[in-house]
């Protein structure tokens, strides 16, 4: 849990935003109301902080199967 909250916390903040929401349960049509942007621009801004995710915890911690 440690490791993933440094993580999130090196994302845009609307990255950890959108990731957590996700996590939390939000749908992606209360998450875009939430966040003020159109359902087609938050599957992108979702993708994108996953990438981004990924790519910062390898560099902070391996990669781990």
Do not use: N
């Not at 942007?37 to 910062?56: G, M, N, Q, W």
């Amino acid at each position: 849990r440690a490791r993933v909250r440094t993580v999130i916390s090196r994302l845009k903040p609307i990255q950890g935003q959108v990731l957590l929401m996700g996590s939390s349960g939000f749908s992606c049509k209360e998450m875009a109301a939430v966040l003020g942007v159109k359902p087609d621009s938050l599957y992108v801004l979702i993708s994108r902080a996953k990438t981004r995710f990924e790519k910062e915890y390898e560099s902070r911690y391996g990669r781990t199967e």
